[in-house]
Protein backbone atom coordinates (compact mmCIF):
# COMPACT_ATOMS: atom_id res chain seq x y z
CA UNK A 1 0.00 0.00 0.00
CA UNK A 2 1.27 3.66 -0.95
CA UNK A 3 -1.03 4.95 1.65
CA UNK A 4 -1.40 8.98 1.49
CA UNK A 5 0.62 10.09 -1.61
CA UNK A 6 0.61 13.95 -2.53
CA UNK A 7 1.34 15.70 -5.34
CA UNK A 8 3.35 17.83 -6.11
CA UNK A 9 6.68 17.78 -3.31
CA UNK A 10 7.28 21.37 -3.86
CA UNK A 11 6.16 24.69 -5.63
CA UNK A 12 6.20 27.75 -6.11
CA UNK A 13 3.15 30.49 -6.96
CA UNK A 14 2.97 33.85 -7.89
CA UNK A 15 0.54 36.03 -6.19
CA UNK A 16 -2.75 35.88 -7.83
CA UNK A 17 -1.90 32.27 -9.15
CA UNK A 18 -3.97 29.10 -8.52
CA UNK A 19 -3.34 25.85 -8.16
CA UNK A 20 -4.60 22.34 -6.71
CA UNK A 21 -2.61 20.04 -4.09
CA UNK A 22 -3.39 16.81 -5.24
CA UNK A 23 -4.02 13.96 -2.58
CA UNK A 24 -5.58 10.43 -2.77
CA UNK A 25 -5.49 7.47 -0.32
CA UNK A 26 -5.30 3.55 -0.88
CA UNK A 27 -6.44 2.50 2.58
CA UNK A 28 -10.49 3.16 1.99
CA UNK A 29 -10.48 5.52 4.70
CA UNK A 30 -13.78 7.50 4.90
CA UNK A 31 -11.80 10.61 6.58
CA UNK A 32 -9.68 12.81 4.96
CA UNK A 33 -8.09 16.11 6.03
CA UNK A 34 -5.77 18.70 4.74
CA UNK A 35 -3.62 20.75 7.74
CA UNK A 36 -1.10 23.08 6.90
CA UNK A 37 2.22 23.59 9.04
CA UNK A 38 4.54 27.11 9.27
CA UNK A 39 7.62 27.34 10.76
CA UNK A 40 7.47 26.51 14.75
CA UNK A 41 3.74 25.76 15.08
CA UNK A 42 1.59 23.24 14.91
CA UNK A 43 -0.56 21.83 12.46
CA UNK A 44 -3.86 23.59 11.69
CA UNK A 45 -6.69 22.31 10.05
CA UNK A 46 -7.85 23.80 6.71
CA UNK A 47 -10.88 21.51 5.93
CA UNK A 48 -11.51 18.03 6.00
CA UNK A 49 -14.50 15.30 5.12
CA UNK A 50 -16.16 12.57 6.77
CA UNK A 51 -17.17 10.98 3.17
CA UNK A 52 -17.39 11.53 -0.22
CA UNK A 53 -19.42 14.37 -1.56
CA UNK A 54 -19.23 15.33 2.35
CA UNK A 55 -16.39 17.92 3.17
CA UNK A 56 -16.78 20.68 5.98
CA UNK A 57 -14.19 24.09 7.20
CA UNK A 58 -11.88 23.20 9.64
CA UNK A 59 -9.76 26.25 11.62
CA UNK A 60 -8.60 28.21 8.79
CA UNK A 61 -10.32 27.52 5.59
CA UNK A 62 -10.12 30.90 4.27
CA UNK A 63 -8.38 31.11 0.36
CA UNK A 64 -8.98 27.70 0.35
CA UNK A 65 -11.56 25.37 -1.45
CA UNK A 66 -11.62 21.24 -1.22
CA UNK A 67 -14.09 18.56 -2.88
CA UNK A 68 -14.25 15.21 -2.20
CA UNK A 69 -16.19 13.31 -5.70
CA UNK A 70 -14.37 10.15 -4.48
CA UNK A 71 -13.60 7.85 -1.09
CA UNK A 72 -9.70 8.52 -2.40
CA UNK A 73 -9.29 11.86 -3.37
CA UNK A 74 -8.96 15.13 -1.75
CA UNK A 75 -7.38 17.73 -3.72
CA UNK A 76 -6.85 21.06 -2.06
CA UNK A 77 -7.86 24.14 -4.10
CA UNK A 78 -5.99 27.89 -3.96
CA UNK A 79 -8.10 30.37 -6.22
CA UNK A 80 -5.60 33.95 -5.36
CA UNK A 81 -2.23 32.70 -4.12
CA UNK A 82 -1.21 34.97 -1.30
CA UNK A 83 2.06 35.54 0.29
CA UNK A 84 0.19 34.20 3.63
CA UNK A 85 -0.05 30.99 2.37
CA UNK A 86 2.99 30.12 1.94
CA UNK A 87 3.25 26.98 3.98
CA UNK A 88 3.73 22.96 3.86
CA UNK A 89 0.70 21.61 3.30
CA UNK A 90 -0.13 17.96 4.74
CA UNK A 91 -3.23 15.57 3.28
CA UNK A 92 -4.02 12.86 6.09
CA UNK A 93 -6.81 10.45 6.48
CA UNK A 94 -8.42 7.77 8.94
CA UNK A 95 -11.18 4.99 8.98
CA UNK A 96 -13.26 6.39 11.29
CA UNK A 97 -13.29 10.03 13.55
CA UNK A 98 -10.01 11.63 13.95
CA UNK A 99 -10.65 11.99 17.61
CA UNK A 100 -10.44 9.05 18.77
CA UNK A 101 -7.67 7.14 16.34
CA UNK A 102 -4.68 7.64 14.52
CA UNK A 103 -4.51 9.87 10.89
CA UNK A 104 -2.11 8.62 8.67
CA UNK A 105 -0.33 11.54 7.00
CA UNK A 106 1.51 12.04 3.38
CA UNK A 107 4.72 13.47 2.80
CA UNK A 108 3.39 16.99 2.73
CA UNK A 109 3.24 19.64 -0.45
CA UNK A 110 5.89 22.42 0.08
CA UNK A 111 4.73 26.19 -1.32
CA UNK A 112 6.25 29.20 -1.49
CA UNK A 113 4.23 32.26 -2.59
CA UNK A 114 6.25 34.72 -3.94
CA UNK B 1 -9.06 28.55 24.52
CA UNK B 2 -7.61 24.87 24.02
CA UNK B 3 -3.85 24.54 23.83
CA UNK B 4 -1.13 21.89 23.48
CA UNK B 5 1.60 23.17 24.33
CA UNK B 6 5.23 21.82 25.00
CA UNK B 7 7.81 22.65 27.87
CA UNK B 8 11.20 21.97 26.00
CA UNK B 9 11.49 23.16 22.69
CA UNK B 10 14.53 21.21 21.70
CA UNK B 11 16.21 18.12 23.74
CA UNK B 12 19.56 16.41 23.02
CA UNK B 13 20.57 13.18 24.31
CA UNK B 14 23.47 10.53 23.92
CA UNK B 15 23.03 7.76 21.87
CA UNK B 16 21.66 5.12 24.56
CA UNK B 17 20.08 7.33 27.18
CA UNK B 18 16.44 7.36 27.80
CA UNK B 19 14.95 10.39 26.25
CA UNK B 20 11.43 11.90 27.86
CA UNK B 21 9.25 14.59 26.17
CA UNK B 22 6.66 16.27 27.81
CA UNK B 23 3.37 18.07 26.74
CA UNK B 24 0.93 20.11 28.85
CA UNK B 25 -2.70 20.21 27.50
CA UNK B 26 -5.21 22.54 29.00
CA UNK B 27 -8.82 20.77 27.43
CA UNK B 28 -10.03 18.78 30.70
CA UNK B 29 -12.56 17.14 28.38
CA UNK B 30 -9.98 15.66 25.84
CA UNK B 31 -10.12 11.40 26.17
CA UNK B 32 -7.68 10.63 23.25
CA UNK B 33 -3.98 11.75 23.42
CA UNK B 34 -1.62 10.75 20.66
CA UNK B 35 2.28 11.35 19.54
CA UNK B 36 3.88 11.79 16.86
CA UNK B 37 7.26 12.06 15.19
CA UNK B 38 8.08 13.96 12.28
CA UNK B 39 11.51 13.68 10.49
CA UNK B 40 12.88 16.32 8.11
CA UNK B 41 10.92 16.86 5.14
CA UNK B 42 8.50 13.99 6.15
CA UNK B 43 4.64 13.59 7.33
CA UNK B 44 4.20 13.38 10.46
CA UNK B 45 4.34 9.39 11.80
CA UNK B 46 1.92 7.63 14.49
CA UNK B 47 4.10 6.57 17.07
CA UNK B 48 1.90 5.63 19.99
CA UNK B 49 -1.72 6.73 21.37
CA UNK B 50 -3.84 6.63 24.74
CA UNK B 51 -7.12 7.10 25.91
CA UNK B 52 -8.22 9.04 29.13
CA UNK B 53 -9.31 5.36 30.83
CA UNK B 54 -5.69 4.93 30.85
CA UNK B 55 -2.08 6.39 32.80
CA UNK B 56 0.27 4.46 30.55
CA UNK B 57 0.46 2.62 27.56
CA UNK B 58 3.59 0.83 26.33
CA UNK B 59 4.77 0.51 22.62
CA UNK B 60 8.20 -0.83 20.99
CA UNK B 61 10.83 1.45 23.29
CA UNK B 62 8.37 3.94 23.87
CA UNK B 63 5.89 4.62 27.27
CA UNK B 64 2.85 7.16 27.27
CA UNK B 65 2.42 8.81 30.58
CA UNK B 66 -0.95 10.20 31.05
CA UNK B 67 -1.57 11.86 34.53
CA UNK B 68 -4.76 13.73 34.05
CA UNK B 69 -4.78 15.65 37.73
CA UNK B 70 -2.27 18.10 36.09
CA UNK B 71 -3.11 17.59 32.15
CA UNK B 72 0.21 16.67 31.69
CA UNK B 73 1.42 13.71 28.83
CA UNK B 74 5.10 12.37 28.51
CA UNK B 75 6.39 10.54 26.12
CA UNK B 76 9.68 8.07 27.05
CA UNK B 77 11.90 6.80 24.64
CA UNK B 78 14.21 3.83 25.86
CA UNK B 79 17.69 3.37 24.68
CA UNK B 80 17.47 6.41 22.42
CA UNK B 81 19.00 5.77 18.98
CA UNK B 82 20.35 8.39 16.38
CA UNK B 83 17.32 7.32 13.68
CA UNK B 84 14.99 8.60 17.07
CA UNK B 85 15.78 12.30 15.82
CA UNK B 86 13.00 14.20 14.94
CA UNK B 87 10.25 16.70 16.10
CA UNK B 88 7.44 14.68 18.14
CA UNK B 89 3.89 16.56 18.26
CA UNK B 90 1.97 15.47 21.12
CA UNK B 91 -2.12 15.87 20.26
CA UNK B 92 -5.44 15.51 22.07
CA UNK B 93 -9.12 15.67 20.67
CA UNK B 94 -11.41 18.21 20.87
CA UNK B 95 -14.99 18.49 20.03
CA UNK B 96 -16.04 22.13 18.03
CA UNK B 97 -19.63 22.56 17.26
CA UNK B 98 -22.66 20.69 17.28
CA UNK B 99 -21.77 17.85 14.28
CA UNK B 100 -19.89 15.60 16.41
CA UNK B 101 -16.55 15.67 14.40
CA UNK B 102 -13.60 15.42 16.96
CA UNK B 103 -10.64 16.98 15.45
CA UNK B 104 -6.57 16.99 16.78
CA UNK B 105 -5.09 20.12 18.34
CA UNK B 106 -1.66 19.65 17.84
CA UNK B 107 1.25 20.99 20.07
CA UNK B 108 4.14 22.79 18.30
CA UNK B 109 6.76 20.45 18.89
CA UNK B 110 9.67 19.12 20.37
CA UNK B 111 13.34 18.66 18.33
CA UNK B 112 15.04 15.73 20.17
CA UNK B 113 18.59 15.47 18.96
CA UNK B 114 20.74 12.14 19.46
CA UNK B 115 24.26 12.34 19.35
CA UNK B 116 26.34 9.41 18.69
Known amino acids: NAGVTQTPKFRILKIGQSMTLQCTQD?????MYWYRQDPGMGLKLIYY???????DKGEVPNGYNVSRSTTEDFPLRLELAAPSQTSVYFC?????????????FGDGTRLSIL | GESVGLHLPTLSVQEGDNSIINCAYS??????FIWYKQESGKGPQFIIDIRSNMDKRQGQRVTVLLNKTVKHLSLQIAATQPGDSAVYFCAENSTPGNTGFQKLVFGTGTRLLVSP
Open chain 1, 92 to 104: ASSYRNAGNQPQH
Open chain 1, 27 to 31: MNHNY
Open chain 2, 27 to 32: NSASDY
Open chain 1, 49 to 55: SVGAGIT
